[in-house]
């Protein structure tokens, strides 16, 4: 359970407008649970590992025996700091644990302890593209907290069960200004955080098994208006839920303004099966939790040199990998981002580049037909069938002339499904090596420019297009064999 940290209006003044969804302005806030790496829970030495029979891995302190005390758990606290200096946030020296109390079945405390008033991350930004237009998204604060156990209803006939194995489980909750103004905006910033937590090893990110779990805050207005009643969409587990849940949550306000009915804050569910948002209960304010300090945890104090230790230890971080690329080997920013979508997508390029592949052209095959078959066969760049090595080896072979493009498809083809894993004895063993004889190409362009004299007069008559319709001519009678610049200028001798 969580709330939005409330946002004044001026706040919102000057932020900039998204489309309009039938006139309306759309406002997205994100509170995001991120469960840490560790191996043990924030106040037990628990095991935190998934899939265990039911209360099978949940203590005495997670159960909430009388005479039992939390102890914090200083890996919880390091990978705190880690996404604090990811995202260029305040790490507090000093912050302070409270009690968030509420009445559930799978609560055994009868209240969470959580951060409220001095959280230990505080501010920040995460910065991303949609499309090419990037976009940031400020950042209020992230906080560590307890997770709460979980409540089983499938398994019982006209009852409930109770597994406590994930009580105590530690999380941080990332919760961001209500800047976003699309669902395109809100799943690319989802995604955004999701390879940060990932790429900085602080959260596995595995969504199915509640790793990383978002809540969408929802309003409407009318440009220039004040901020629209939110309503919470709780525990979206996937980014094609998530925009299906806040496209239908966006027409479902609309459509109730609009017959004139008034929003009323509330915390809903996206049910997958219908498309459909459905409300729980009544939204909660702060207020409503009647938080206090936690009398049993002391305030958590971070040393300056702590902070230091951590800053040395952290990964090259992706914006600092997509500048450097963009700076060493002159690839646009669009595309500099897309190669660090994951720490193993940049290694790929990376050992392309050592290998001896030219950047721009690696980089154009990575994101083009690898992206493009990766995401057919639903795998990962780890399980990738070309290798790095191969795709060096085949990019260098365009570089130098070697392999127009039409032959390069048909050398990664073969590497693709198998048939071969060199690419020299691909491209011998299916004659793929550019046409050298100048004659033969000669007569190929002679027989392409005589009966082709529609396109031949367009060109003449200052129709550039029509050129290109003659270099297509002329690779389809030379099987792909010639190389298609060296076509372009001998076409415009001959039509000079």
């Known amino acids: 359970m969580s709330e939005t940290v409330n946002t004044f209006e ?27 790496s560790t191996a043990s829970k924030i106040f037990s030495r628990a095991s935190t590992a998934f899939g265990a029979e039911p209360n099978t891995q949940a203590c005495a ?9 939390p102890v914090m758990n200083k890996g919880a606290v390091e990978r705190a700091i880690k996404l604090g200096l990811a995202l260029g946030s305040h790490i507090a020296p000093r912050s302070v644990f409270a009690r968030k109390n509420y009445f559930y079945p ?25 499309g090419e237009e990037q976009k940031t998204v400020r950042l209020v604060r992230a906080h560590l907290e307890e997770d709460a156990g ?44 999701h390879k940060i937590v990932t790429w900085i090893g602080i959260c596995d990110g595995n969504m199915q098994e509640g790793s990383f779990r978002c809540d969408a805050n929802v ?19 996937s980014f094609k839920f998530m925009q299906q849940a806040i496209d239908y949550e966006i027409r479902w ?23 459909e948002t459905r409300a729980m209960r009544a939204k909660e304010d702060s207020a409503d939790y009647r938080y206090f300090p936690d009398p049993d945890l002391p305030p958590l104090v971070i040393a300056a040199d702590w902070i230091e230790r951590v800053k040395g230890e952290m990964p090259e971080l992706p914006r600092a990998m997509a500048e450097r690329y963009v700076r060493d080997h002159g690839l646009s920013e669009y595309d500099a981002a897309q190669l660090t979508q994951s720490a193993a997508l940049a290694g790929y390029f990376d050992e ?8 721009k052209l690696a980089s154009n095959w990575i994101t083009g037909e690898m992206a493009r078959r990766l995401n057919a066969a639903e795998i990962g760049i780890e399980a990738a069938p070309v290798k790095a090595q191969q795709l060096a080896q085949l990019v260098k072979r365009i570089a130098d002339g070697t392999l127009p493009n039409n032959a390069a498809r048909q050398v990664f083809e073969a590497l693709w499904t198998g048939e ?26 002679d027989e392409v420019i005589a009966k082709n004299a529609k396109n031949v007069e367009e060109y003449r008559g200052g129709k550039e297009k029509a050129l290109n319709a003659l270099v297509g001519q002329v690779m389809k009678a030379s099987g792909g064999k010639a190389n298609p610049a060296q076509v372009t200028e001998l076409l415009k001798a001959k039509l000079a």
Do not use: W
């Open 61 to 69: 302190v997670d159960l909430a025996l009388p005479g039992t005390l």
């Open 352 to 359: 392309a580049v050592q290998a001896g592949a030219t950047p």
């Open 420 to 445: 071969g894993s060199d690419v020299d004895a691909i491209i011998e063993a299916k004659d793929l090596k550019p046409m050298n004889d100048a004659g033969a190409l000669d007569k190929i362009l």
């Open 219 to 237: 309003s409407v207005r009318r440009p220039g208006e004040k901020l629209g009643t939110r309503r919470e969409i709780k525990n979206l587990n």
């Open 10 to 36: 001026a706040q919102q003044q000057g932020r900039p407008t998204g489309p309009l969804v039938r006139g309306y302005e759309v406002i997205i806030g994100f509170e995001t649970h991120a469960q840490l």
């Open 106 to 130: 799978d609560l055994p405390k009868g209240y969470q302890i959580s951060q409220f008033e001095i959280p230990v991350v505080q501010g920040g930004a995460v910065s991303f593209f949609v």
């Open 253 to 275: 306000q609309i459509d109730e303004i609009e017959d004139g009915r008034k929003i009323e804050q509330a915390t809903v569910l996206f049910d997958p099966d219908t498309g």
């Open 150 to 193: 979980k409540s089983l209803h499938e398994d019982f006939v006209g009852q409930s069960g109770i597994d406590l194995n994930r009580a105590g489980t530690p999380l941080l909750e990332i919760v961001t200004e209500p800047d976003m103004r699309s669902t395109a905006e809100a799943v690319a910033y989802a995604k955004e955080l």
